[in-house]
């Protein structure tokens, strides 16, 4: 008898066991960071903190503001210093890192962090990176990780503990299964997750097939995109979070000042120029965003609890 | 008599060449130029175009405003695209290159054109530019002319034609006999004067030593320190420009304007920061500067007037 409840025991316990195993294997990103299946989470995440002093200014009130509560760091730009003594004097914040092969504007241009005889492939004849990518830019994979390690070592020598890795212009995740694996790759060295949303998939097959079990996904993600007008600004926003999915959701804005600075660091078009980013930075450190996510029971995530959830999934 | 007629002619002749060859032996820099010996002759230069766009936008406006005649250009910051494109429209302008070694300031910083593996003596830990240069950095000659030549090379590559080069913070000029001789390699190179003057003799003998025939010294230079009072600030000046000496001169400044990107590169200091720069940017843009010239009687002269000068000398 006193053998067969200890056989009971034993034989419970392992049942309980590989049941929560089986139910945490089906668990969703939402459930790991601890809330119920439908729950509507939210990341709201300021892209390109480094670019200009514009950019980290209003990054750096929206982030203090509290309604903006995450954001990534271009390491090869000219104001990286700032916004690194910043992250490094506020460990609190959720500061990514923003790996940065372009450097899409005309004005103000910016170069590699690895030596440039390493990395040639992503470099113009003047130097700096492509200021964007063609067929005919042959990309050497390999070369985007020397950079990329360059960029997330300069980043910690000076003070940065990101919480994530993400991709200026998304070019790690839409050019191609082989520099996806080098996100990746360097992701997993680093223990650190890089953003990919399912909403990619589709139109990316290779992302779905690289992922291995450990990797994050992010449910949804939302972006402001150019055919939307000037004075449908607000209400483009107002609708996307009215109609936020349940799961984790990440809205990428791009935040700035319309000031000088911006304004002629991005003059030669329109596009997440400096008046589009003042536009986002209005909506997203306004009354509305506040009460609209309270009314629609939205709850703010950050990258830190997602690199931190339970590891029991 | 046919003969000695003809004689006399030639040696007339030879006479005459050996007498003008004596006499602009003995031209300074000011006959050159094609002015009398104690005219007053003056370069107003403003530094450091590139680093910011506030700095790119206060010199070119004082640059179109007349007061202000010659420039120089940091090839390796962020904002140098920006100008290189206004040099490119704008030919007539006086720009030189402001040959840089240095990244001096905390919140926004840059490294090399060249390859960083070829420069490391020039690089910190994070391959920007040495913040400063201690008697601890050992600043390798070679890789300076490495790096120099690939600044040099960027600017043409991008469609500036310099007028002259100088040095950032006088790096060139005051640290040695060694880098002071591939500042002139370099000058004689691309046929472009580099900034010297016999003001600096005494400090540095081995100037004097260093510099050819063909090579240019400016008589005097002046350019405010910073143990002149902000509220002193146009006595400094008016008293500077009463005092002038004949001879060429160059007033080195610096413009920009105390708006939040100026303050921002430079709030870690006072020195060479947004408020002094937009102290020079009123004194020069004023109508004080432009009278005090004509009562002075002082006569603006360009880099490119001194390149072009008649070689005879």
């Known amino acids: 008898m006193h053998c067969l409840k200890l056989s009971l025991a034993v034989f419970l316990s392992i049942a309980v066991d590989i049941s929560t195993n089986a139910q945490s294997a089906a668990k969703s990103l939402t459930e790991q960071l601890g809330y119920p299946p439908n729950a509507k989470l939210l990341i709201v995440h300021a892209d390109d903190l480094g670019v200009t002093h514009s950019v980290n200014a209003a990054s750096i009130k929206a982030l203090e503001s509290g309604s903006v509560n995450s954001a990534s760091i271009m390491v090869p730009c000219p104001w ?10 506020h460990p609190e914040m959720d500061f990514g890192l923003h790996l940065t092969l372009t450097s899409e504007r005309i004005y103000i241009r910016w170069g590699p962090v690895a030596s440039a005889d390493k990395v040639r492939s992503l470099l113009d004849e003047n130097s700096y ?3 964007d990518w063609t067929p005919a830019t042959k990309i050497d994979p390999h070369e985007v990780e020397i950079e990329l390690r360059a960029q997330i070592e300069r980043a910690y020598a000076m003070g940065v503990r990101p919480t994530h890795l993400d991709s200026h212009q998304y070019r790690l995740e839409s050019t191609g299964k082989e520099l996806f694996e080098v996100a990746l790759r360097l992701a997993h060295e680093y223990k650190l997750p890089f953003f990919v ?3 990619w998939f589709a139109d990316f097959p290779y992302l779905e097939k690289s992922l291995g079990p450990e990797d994050v996904v992010i449910d949804h993600t939302i972006t402001i995109e150019p055919t939307v007008l000037p004075a449908k600004w607000p209400d483009f926003y107002r609708n996307a979070i009215r109609n936020m999915q349940p799961g984790v959701n990440e809205l990428v804005i791009h ?5 000088a600075e ?13 008046a589009w980013r003042q536009r986002d930075f209005d909506f997203f ?5 506040r009460k609209l996510l309270q009314d629609q029971q939205i709850t703010l995530v950050t990258w830190r609890q997602i690199a931190n959830r339970t590891q029991h999934k």
């Open 80 to 89: 990286f210093p700032e916004i690194a003594d910043y992250a490094k004097s």
């Open 285 to 289: 450190t306004g009354p509305d965003f």
């Open 197 to 199: 949303t399912r909403d």
């Open 262 to 274: 911006m304004h002629a660091a991005t003059r030669e078009r329109d596009t997440w120029g400096a």
């Open 255 to 259: 935040l700035a000042y319309d000031d």
């Open 129 to 131: 990176f492509h200021h």
